[in-house]
């Protein structure tokens, strides 16, 4: 059944052509029979208002058709709109509301969320935090880091503070943790430590928020993070780093096979002889533990964090427990590899790192307790069909944002061609009584010539 504003818009779009389809269309035929029985004597005069009723017959036909196929764009984004509202309405939040309300009562919660275990967790979060802020307090990493403390503290959350942090997932350093403390060290020293306090960002927008410039192309320190951090006491210095998850070109591949972390199903290396080599652990792409509150994030082309962001600074790097292990399989390892007593290969440079790690401090992957700080693959399931619905929710309302921009240009537009046809009107009979009075004064003139004809 059609709405009122559909059939408002149906009867204005037909109260505006009736005319011109009936009487307007005769009225302007009518003219160029009127001007052809005429007396006109020159015959050009004739041919020429023939013809101008002729365009003017085509014109309003052409208003007519364009009217029409603005209404019809109207009440089809009018539709979509409907159609939007009413499945996100009906049938995702209901549906969202009731997956959350089932995982808060999962045993997972009961078992592993217990005030000491989320004690752990925020205290392991807080070691990294710290130790960003120990390193240099007036990094970006640093400002992220007490932004978003700040920020998840605050009740209500400041709002200048959220349109950064909605789209900054955090630092490199705070988004996983591995389980192993020497794991932890070497891989964080094969990243180097302005990847690890490299900013993370969903899109290429947030990129553009942190960070604008005046008329002359220098640093505006009063708006996006520079303002922010000024804004808590942190005057933000020195260059930063920041990876924009939706430029990353994605992995291509398979995922392991009931796999609630998701780790991706690479090929072992094998030496020339078939073998695989001694001392060979796994990938590190595959070793760092994705915390369920970025786990289950996908970006706008459905993509993780794993398959994107770690696929991209580690690729094939491979993980050995020795050094002699990791140097015996040189021939198979293409990218590069780490052992866990301190070895460092970059094969596609051929640099090897010798020597010991540092020991002063610096900032590393956090360290867990193994599987254990980590829900259960039922319960990750569930929390990953929440994000997608939650992701499927937003793209929807993308669409239906774009949906009504839409229809405020066709109504827009509607509104102009209607001016239009309503001034083609005017003039259509401001023209018709322009006729007619100059029919009157000829016929006048005609018949006072006649009259003093029959005088003389």
């Not at 009936?22 to 009518?30: I, K, P, R, V």
């Not at 990094?139 to 998840?152: E, F, M, N």
């Not at 192309?217 to 005057?235: C, D, F, K, Q, V």
């Not at 459905?302 to 021939?331: C, F, I, W």
Request: proline share 4%; with cysteine.
């Amino acid at each position: 059944m059609d709405s009122p504003s559909h059939k408002a818009l149906m009867a204005q779009t037909q109260t505006l052509m009736m005319p011109m389809n009936e009487e307007g269309a005769e009225t302007l035929s009518s003219l160029a029979l009127i001007d052809l029985n005429t007396a006109a004597k020159d015959p050009m005069e004739i041919i020429g208002s023939f013809f101008r009723g002729d365009s003017l017959l085509f014109s309003s036909k052409k208003v007519e058709d364009d009217i029409e196929s603005q209404g019809k764009k109207i009440l089809q984004h009018e539709d979509n709109i409907k159609y939007f509202k009413n499945l996100i309405r009906k049938s995702l939040d209901p549906l969202i509301a009731q997956m959350q309300a089932s995982l808060g009562n999962h045993p997972y919660r009961t078992k592993h969320m217990s005030e000491g275990h989320v004690h752990h967790l925020i205290t392991r979060l807080e070691e990294t935090v710290e130790h960003i802020l120990q390193h240099d307090d007036k990094s970006a990493a640093a400002v992220i880091c007490d932004l978003t403390r700040r920020y998840h503290q605050a009740n209500p959350p400041p709002a200048p503070v959220a349109p950064i942090l909605s789209d900054v997932l955090g630092v490199l350093a705070t988004l996983g943790t591995v389980d192993d403390i020497n794991l932890s060290t070497v891989l964080s020293e094969y990243l180097g430590l302005d990847t690890m306090l490299a900013l993370v960002c969903k899109t290429y927008d947030g990129v553009k928020t942190l960070e604008t410039y005046d008329e002359e192309g220098l640093i505006n320190r009063t708006t996006g993070l520079y303002g922010l951090g000024a804004s808590i006491g942190r005057n933000l210095e020195g260059r930063f780093h920041v990876i924009c998850l939706e430029q990353l070109m994605p992995y291509g591949g398979e995922f392991m096979t009931n796999d609630p972390q998701r780790r991706l199903a690479l090929i072992k290396p094998k030496l020339p002889n078939g073998e695989s080599p001694a001392g060979f652990i796994a990938f590190a792409v595959n070793m760092i533990y994705i915390d369920s509150d970025y786990l289950s994030f996908v970006t706008e082309n459905g993509h993780g964090l794993r398959e994107t962001l770690y696929y991209k600074l580690l690729s094939h790097l491979q993980v050995y427990r020795t050094r002699k292990d990791m140097m015996q399989a040189l021939p198979c390892i293409s990218t590069g590899a780490i052992s866990l007593d301190g070895g460092i290969i970059r094969r596609p440079h051929a640099m090897f790192s010798l020597g010991s790690t540092r020991k002063e401090l610096d900032v590393s992957f956090g360290v867990c307790c193994g599987d254990d700080c980590f829900p259960s693959e039922q319960y990750i399931e569930r929390e990953n069909k929440i994000k997608k619905l939650k992701w499927k929710k937003e793209r929807m309302m993308s669409d239906m944002e774009r949906e009504e921009a839409l229809l405020a240009h066709e109504k827009h537009k509607f509104e102009v061609k209607k001016e239009e046809l309503l001034k083609f009107m005017a003039q259509q009979s401001l023209d018709q009584m322009q006729q007619q009075q100059q029919q009157q004064q000829q016929q006048q003139e005609e018949e006072g010539g006649e009259g003093r004809s029959t005088c003389s």
